[in-house]
Every structure is written in structure tokens, then in C-alpha cells.
């Protein structure tokens, strides 16, 4: 399985953007998936995670109201919509597949395939 993340970018504070998460090598529709960033100098950190139906979805507190986690099985692809951005929110944005079907939410030593990351930064 490959995952292919994109939609970064450089934004202004009060922004948004859309991150979309491409998988190939078979179909995700089974998998539990999950955003996770990392800033320079600081562990990576769970951001959204959504199991493989779409029926449960989890966030990071910072998060809350701000960040959407979706997906599209029929495309097999997962996006975060990122509202309301600000320069905390600065990172690289890793998308993550669990094969368990079991939902694991922030929990990233669960997760079996990472996207290579895309970067967001967010200027004041």
C-alpha cells in the first residue's frame, strides 16, 4: 500500500486548506485511517483519525471545530479540511492506514502504511 498526501501549502492565518490522502496497491475501504503532523523540533502528534466506515471519527483538542477528517472509499481516499488555520498549526501533515479494521485513533504505533507527508505552513 502506498499513500500519497498533497494540498499543502503556504497560508495565511484564518485560512483554510484541504489535504487529500491518495492510496494505491488495493483498496483502503477496510483500513482505519489518520493525520498526524510533525513540526520542526517536536514529536509528531495526532491530529484525526476516522475508521474504516466513516462512522467514527476522532481529534486532537486543538483541533476541535477547526479540522474535518473524511474519506471516499470509492476513491480511496482520505481528506482533512483545515479551517480556521493558524501559525501553530504549522507542520508536515502525515496521512497513516491501519489494516486491522479496528479503530485505533491517535494511537500511532498502530498504524501500518504512512504517506510521505505534505507541508503546511500557516504565516501570521
Known amino acids: 500500500v502506498q499513500l500519497q498526501a498533497s494540498g499543502g501549502g503556504l497560508v495565511q492565518a484564518g485560512g483554510s486548506l484541504r489535504l487529500s490522502c491518495a492510496a494505491s496497491g488495493r483498496t483502503l475501504s477496510t483500513y482505519g485511517m489518520g493525520w498526524f503532523r510533525q513540526a520542526p523540533g517536536k514529536e509528531r502528534e495526532f491530529v484525526a483519525a476516522i475508521s474504516w466506515s466513516g462512522g467514527t471519527t476522532g481529534y486532537a483538542e486543538f483541533v476541535k471545530g477547526r479540522f474535518t477528517i473524511s474519506r471516499d472509499n470509492a476513491k480511496n481516499t482520505l481528506y482533512l479540511q483545515m479551517n480556521s488555520l493558524n501559525p501553530e498549526d504549522t507542520a508536515v501533515y502525515y496521512c497513516?492506514?491501519?489494516?486491522?479494521?479496528?479503530?485505533?485513533?491517535?494511537?500511532?504505533?498502530?498504524?501500518?502504511?504512512w504517506g510521505q507527508g505534505t507541508q503546511v505552513t500557516v504565516s501570521s
Open positions: 497513516a492506514a491501519d489494516r486491522s479494521g479496528i479503530y485505533h485513533g491517535s494511537n500511532y504505533k498502530m498504524y501500518d502504511y
